[in-house]
């Protein structure tokens, strides 16, 4: 079967577990109804819901994605499972504190139709709506093994918790917790720790077979590791992970506006499917400008003989501006303001812009939609430069393998003060098979 088809009969499927009289008010296509019907009444689609350690940023977090998305992927070759989307919230980074950045949907970030043509996702609130009550069957805690490793196999096991985050609430008779940020709107009825070592597919026959509960929960979903790093469903993955329609129009009306970047000029057009875009390293031109990611803010002090100063940061940069004899420059950071303000003054001579969003846009897309903007006009300069070992960088460096830069154009870092020659990023580039 077709996997764009077999994920429309999943999706109907689900809607005919819980709310069987959907059916019966027309709401779904008669078509797809009878198809559904052929492979229906056998299998009805189970749920797996992930959350990730409260630390880790958001793009991070988007790396667990793929993990858990692959693993429902494999789930999906021998039954139907959807994955649930875990609200975006509650992140360290996002420091406009007047704003509620709780419960966000993934669609204010994420092309849903994108990500569907990868594996049948659900926003949490959906499933929700599905639920009799809003009580998940089992969560699985993953935790390392208590006594360690030395020599890595993929292994896991049910043992007792080294510690968690959830508490049992004697009235209710479940398990409650943070529940992104939901907290004891919901409950879970059975709460298990697993030592876990190793890959995701390890998950799967588990899954399969050692647990009958329609709903299913990871946390700590971090532990797992990818399958296959930098391989064809990795890409795949990855490729599915398209950026809200809103947020890349925000990003492209900037790069028109101050930038002089279109995709028809910079050979950067998207094809509205990303299962039939392709592109050879070297074909995507890019706009008329350098793009810089200057991760700064804790990793000032987190690392700092990889973050330079700021005068030698602007020395680098106009170093790369001369050689790739261009003026203008796009800079993303999370510094504070002084700093891009002194920053700014040291590179005078050209023309630097940076995203600073109205009112409105941060009040709709939040610190997380500010970022992906500030990723998305990176992801499209002639030449980009990032700081070294910072995801953020990392998923600019994704995308512009999908847009099809030529690698020498992306896989840069600025150097710390004291490490002049240094060594460059790693070079994950993109394969289609
Ligand atoms: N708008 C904007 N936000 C940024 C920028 N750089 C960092 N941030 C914010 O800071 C966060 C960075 O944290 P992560 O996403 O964890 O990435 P990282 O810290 O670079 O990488 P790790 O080493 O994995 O922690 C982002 O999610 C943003 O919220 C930037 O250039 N622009
Ligand atoms: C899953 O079930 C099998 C068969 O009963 C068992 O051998 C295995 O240990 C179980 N897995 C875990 C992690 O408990
Ligand atoms: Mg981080």
Redesign the pocket.
């Known amino acids: 079967m077709n996997i764009v088809k077999q994920f429309a009969f999943i999706s109907v499927l689900h809607m005919l577990h819980w709310k069987v009289t959907l059916s019966n008010e027309g709401v779904i296509d008669s078509d797809l109804q009878s198809k559904t019907l052929n492979v229906g009444e056998a299998k009805a689609p189970r749920y797996l819901l992930y959350d990730v350690n409260p630390g880790e940023g958001f793009n991070l977090r988007r790396d667990v994605y793929m993990r858990v998305a692959n693993l429902v992927r494999n789930l999906n070759e021998d039954a139907p499972w959807i994955l649930v989307l875990p609200p975006w919230g509650g992140l360290y980074h996002w420091k406009s504190r007047h704003l509620d950045q709780t419960r966000i949907p993934w669609s204010t970030f994420f092309d849903l139709p994108s990500l569907r043509r990868f594996v049948p996702v659900i926003e949490f609130k959906e499933l929700l709506k599905l639920m009799p009550e809003p009580v998940i069957d089992e969560l699985y805690y993953l935790q390392n093994y208590k006594e360690g490793w030395t020599e890595f196999e993929d292994k896991?096991?049910?043992r007792d918790c080294i510690q968690n985050p959830y508490h049992f609430n004697e009235d209710r008779g479940l398990w409650e917790g943070w529940f992104f940020s939901y907290g004891d709107e919901v409950g879970v009825r059975k709460l298990t720790c697993?030592s876990l070592l190793g890959h995701s597919a390890l998950l799967k026959?588990?899954l399969l077979?050692?647990t009958t509960a329609r709903t299913v929960m990871t946390d700590r979903a971090e532990t797992m590791l990818h399958d296959r790093f930098g391989d064809k469903n990795y890409w795949e993955c990855r490729r599915s992970m398209r950026f809200s329609k809103a947020l890349r129009d925000i990003g492209d009306e900037f790069r028109r506006k101050y930038l002089d970047s279109t995709d028809e000029k910079d050979n950067t057009v998207l094809h509205e499917d990303w299962t039939q875009m392709k592109r050879k390293h070297g074909e995507a031109k890019g706009g008329p400008y350098v793009a810089a990611h200057l991760r700064r803010a804790d990793f000032l002090y987190a690392r700092p003989k990889d973050v330079p100063s700021l005068e030698n940061t602007a020395k680098q940069l106009k170093a790369v501006l001369k050689k790739q004899k261009l003026k203008t420059l796009f800079i993303a950071t999370d510094a504070p303001k002084d700093e891009l303000k002194e920053l700014k003054d040291l590179l005078r001579d050209y023309k630097v812009y940076t995203f600073e969003p109205p009112k409105e846009v941060l009040e709709t897309y939040k610190d997380g939609g500010i970022a992906i903007i500030d990723q998305w006009i990176c992801a499209h300069a002639r030449y980009f430069i990032g700081t070294y070992e910072s995801t953020f960088s990392f998923r600019i460096g994704d995308e512009r393998e999908i847009l099809g830069f030529d690698p020498d154009m992306t896989y840069n870092r600025v150097c710390g003060d004291e490490d002049k020659e240094c060594e460059q990023p790693s070079r994950w580039t993109i394969v289609y098979k």
Do not use: E, L, R, S
Request: aromatic residues 12%; hydrophobic residues 50%; without cysteine.
């Open positions: 896991m096991d049910i697993v026959p588990f077979h050692n």
